[in-house]
């Protein structure tokens, strides 16, 4: 021990100073800033003080609860767990007490969210969640975004989920007198808890708070008018993370070219990386926010549009920034282009047409502020906004044929996918040709028949919890039978509807569900040319009826979900050389005939199809709104 204490005492202050002891005699001072943990773990730290003293009481030895007291406790010896506690539980409580205080307005705000009796509140029906102050940013947390804010230089920042504004408080205090804070809150009685405290602070009236899903005022933030923003910090619901992450990155204008998104809770009580854990212990416990972090966390790893770095403050906060240095971001006097000369007037000489010269240019540099066809939306180029990198999907009907090229086409692009069939064989053998096209994981085979309710809620809730969520849906399976009106049997009717129609709708429904609650999604559903024409000479009323149906269903639930975030799109094939059209006898020799309708003359091959579901999966078609793609090689046109 002596030799330790030797050897950094000759680190600090030179190899021949002698060991100090540090003494206990230093009067206990009062923490200038509470810390947060009371029992309830947030920090992995915390868990793992937690963990410790649960170890401690159950070998019997007794854990000061005082231990780690800004005073040196007396030299004792320790136990390997009792010194652990030590370290781990005291290094929140230490960080609390170094940094600098809150001023007077935020720590007022602290003090009345700590004793708010927000139990009854929510009993009253005053609030819309059941909050406890663990809602709140602490200090440490505050005050480093407002530091990152500090050395951005930001002027305007937005926060998604307020609370009472101790966070947005303490950022709008480092702003500039014209800085703005936009904090979004979906509850409007916290807008009216924090106005007191916002007014008697000078710096208060910078918070501008919007009430309403965040994502909504994302989306339809006036940027061109008011201006995008240097920071972008995400603190709300977890399972709506990755939307959010998404709003800012590609919402036009939003994050400002240079401007950095910021995520709390990414190490959330170390769960990101622990295997979950029983609900029943406390500390353990918020396993689905755990999840939720976890995956949010991998497909930020994975997006190659952005770096990122995770700080261990408190919970986790995680630092985004666009990829690449700060020299593809001009700053305004190197991008500003020099001034062009006037031209002189020169007499106009008739220049013949055929011996027009072409006019030679130089590449113009890409400027800050410049506009989003010159930038890029959200600085990426067209291709890129393809890209499904990190989003979760589920094709119906893709054990074969059309749903298999559809499948294959959103791996291709960088997405997960659900292969889902009546057919459980089809499905698995498509899983296992796109994870070896794609790698391990990135698609799961599931059993479903559309036409049954419970098959596809199942459905639904089995893609979310094996992908951490849901971003696109293509719901594809469908049935031809070919029957003349007049000798129809009605279960051959019910059962084409059934599937064709109420199976899409159902599947819609549930998909919709849980869109509209995590931030929005694609759904694509596959409708038919023959929602235009009536296919000729095979007789199927009610399969053009059915698939009619789908195009009505697609424009009307896409514009009842267009301003949730929702899309809601179909695709109408021509006739496509899949086993719908070979394994069925009445088809099979209809071939020649339909081809002479074409005016491309030949079928349609299901990769003809591929663009399409990508486009419409992806940000690029997020102002496509109950559209019905053609794609028949002009069939419909003659
Ligand atoms: N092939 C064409 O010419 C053509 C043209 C226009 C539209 N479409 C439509 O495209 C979609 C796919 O057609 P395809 O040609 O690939 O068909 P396909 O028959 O080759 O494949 C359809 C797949 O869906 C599955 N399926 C059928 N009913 C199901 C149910 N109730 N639940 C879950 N899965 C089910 C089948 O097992 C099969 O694997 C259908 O909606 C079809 O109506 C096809
Ligand atoms: C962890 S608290 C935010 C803490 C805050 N940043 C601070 O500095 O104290 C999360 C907040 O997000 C809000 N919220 C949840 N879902 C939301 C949504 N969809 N849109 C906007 N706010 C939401 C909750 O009401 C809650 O107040």
Redesign the pocket.
């Known amino acids: 021990m002596q030799c330790r204490a030797e050897e950094q005492n000759a680190s600090v202050f030179g190899k021949d100073a002698k060991a100090v002891v540090l003494t206990d005699d230093k009067p206990a001072k009062p923490l200038e800033n509470q810390p947060r943990f009371n029992g309830m773990a947030d920090t992995p730290n915390e868990r793992l003080t937690t963990v410790l003293r649960a170890h401690l009481t159950r070998t019997a030895t007794t854990p000061s609860a005082g231990r780690t007291s800004r005073t040196h406790p007396p030299t004792r010896t320790l136990t390997l767990a009792e010194e652990a506690l030590d370290i781990a539980g005291g290094q929140d409580r230490y960080l609390s007490d170094m940094v600098s205080p809150a001023s007077e307005a935020a720590k007022a705000l602290g003090d009345a969210t700590e004793t708010a009796p927000w139990g009854d509140l929510h009993e009253q029906g005053k609030t819309m969640f059941r909050f406890s102050n663990a809602w709140t940013t602490d200090v440490v947390e505050a005050k480093t975004l407002a530091m990152f804010a500090y050395m951005l230089k930001a002027k305007r920042v937005m926060e998604i989920g307020m609370f009472t504004g101790y966070g947005a408080l303490t950022i709008a205090e480092v702003l500039p007198a014209d800085g703005k804070m936009v904090s979004c809150e979906i509850d409007p009685f916290l807008k009216e808890f924090s106005k007191p405290f916002f007014d008697k602070s000078a710096h208060g009236h910078k918070v501008d708070v919007q009430i309403g899903p965040a994502l909504e005022t994302m989306r339809g933030y006036p940027v061109a008018a008011e201006g995008g923003f240097d920071m972008i910090f995400i603190d709300a619901d977890k399972g709506g993370y990755a939307a959010y992450y998404e709003a800012a990155l590609s919402t036009p204008g939003l994050l400002n070219e240079g401007g950095v998104i910021v995520v709390d809770n990414t190490l959330f009580k170390g769960q990101a990386w622990l295997a979950p854990q029983a609900a029943a212990k406390d500390y353990a416990s918020w396993n689905a926010g755990g999840s939720a972090i976890e995956a949010f966390n991998q497909m930020v790893k994975d997006d190659a549009r952005v770096e990122q770095v995770t700080l261990p403050v408190r919970d986790g906060i995680t630092i985004v920034r666009r990829a690449g240095g700060l020299e593809t971001v001009a700053t305004p006097a190197a991008a500003a282009p020099a001034p062009v000369p006037a031209p002189t007037p020169t007499p106009a000489a008739p220049v013949p047409v055929a011996a027009a010269p072409v006019v030679e240019v130089v590449p113009t540099k890409v400027v800050e502020g410049g506009d989003a066809v010159m930038r890029g939306v959200g600085g990426k180029r067209i291709l890129d906004r393809m890209r499904l990198d990190g989003k979760a999907a589920l094709v119906?009907?893709?054990?074969?044929?059309?749903?298999?090229a559809f499948a294959h086409a959103l791996v291709e692009a960088g997405a997960s996918v659900m292969v889902?069939?009546?057919?459980l064989s089809?499905a698995q053998a498509v899983a296992a040709e796109l994870a070896q096209k794609g790698g391990e994981g990135c698609a799961v085979a599931f059993q479903?028949?559309?036409?049954e309710e419970a098959q596809v809620k199942a459905m639904v809730e089995a893609a979310v919890a094996r992908f951490g969520g849901l971003h696109i849906a293509v719901n594809?399976?469908?049935?031809?039978k070919n029957s003349a009106a007049e000798d129809t049997p009605m279960a051959e009717f019910d059962m084409t509807f059934g599937?064709?129609t109420r199976?899409v709708f159902m599947c819609c429904q549930h998909e919709a569900r849980h869109m509209l609650k995590s931030g929005g999604g694609k759904i694509i559903n596959?409708?038919?040319?023959?929602s235009l024409i009536v296919p000729h000479p095979q007789k199927q009323a009610a399969?053009n009826a059915s698939?009619s149906a789908v195009v009505k269903l697609t424009q009307s639930l896409g514009c009842e979900w267009a301003s949730q975030g929702v899309n809601v799109n179909c695709i109408?094939?021509?006739?496509?050389?899949?086993?719908?059209?070979w394994?069925n006898p009445a088809l099979k020799p209809l071939a020649e005939r339909w081809v002479a309708d074409m005016p491309i003359g030949k079928l349609?091959d299901?990769t003809d199809l591929q663009a399409a579901i990508v486009y419409l999966a992806s940000e690029a078609s997020d102002y496509m709104v109950g559209h019905n793609l053609v794609i028949e090689g002009g069939q419909s046109l003659w």
């Open positions: 119906t009907g893709a054990g074969q044929g059309i749903g298999r889902v069939d009546l057919e089809r479903a028949n559309v036409a594809n399976a469908g049935v031809n599937v064709n199976g596959t409708a038919s040319m023959a399969y698939k109408s094939p021509g006739i496509v050389d899949t086993p719908l059209i394994d349609c299901v």
